[in-house]
């Protein structure tokens, strides 16, 4: 969450706390209205819940980006296999430890969407730094493997 949108809000929530606290009756030019305790609460409810809605809608967007990149790799990681069966036995055994360790870092991206999925409000971010991390440790690993399938 952008800690600008998280400044605002509790600047918003000091701001109407402090007015419920007081209790007084203010008076507008327009009008006299005033606003109750109720009223504040109100408002405060409502810019907490937007500002854990629109956390989870990034982070759901944040999921949905990951787990469309690791269907695309796991499209990638077949064709390695393909291409694994037309290999020379000699070549063939280093393709195939390359596709082990690749399987394994797929495996490790996987893991780590499913705890960003699993993630609270407050700890989503950290998990994403941890699944960036993966991911571009996958990238890698699956460009040092295509080089064992250019034989």
């Known amino acids: 969450m ?3 949108l998280i400044l605002n809000a509790l600047s918003l ?3 109407l706390a402090v007015t419920a606290g007081c209790q007084q009756k203010q008076q507008s030019a327009q009008n006299d209205q005033s606003v109750s305790g109720e ?14 809605q629109y956390a989870a809608q ?14 695309a790799m796991d499209t990638d990681i ?3 296999e ?7 036995a000699q070549a063939r055994t280093k393709a195939d430890q390359a ?17 960003l999925k699993a993630a609270g409000q407050e ?3 950290k998990a994403q730094s941890g699944l960036d991390e993966a991911w571009q440790k996958l990238q890698k690993t699956y460009e040092q493997a295509k080089q064992n399938f250019s034989n």
């Open 2 to 4: 952008k800690p600008k």
């Open 13 to 15: 929530m000091a701001a």
């Open 39 to 52: 009223q504040v609460k109100g408002k405060v409810n409502e810019a907490v819940n937007a500002t854990k």
């Open 58 to 71: 990034t982070k759901d967007q944040v999921a949905a980006a990951v787990q469309k990149q690791l269907n």
């Open 78 to 80: 077949a064709g390695l």
């Open 82 to 88: 393909s291409k694994a069966s037309k290999l020379t």
């Open 99 to 115: 596709l082990v360790e690749l399987r394994a870092q797929r495996d490790v991206v996987a893991k780590k969407l499913d705890e």
């Open 123 to 125: 700890d989503w971010k």
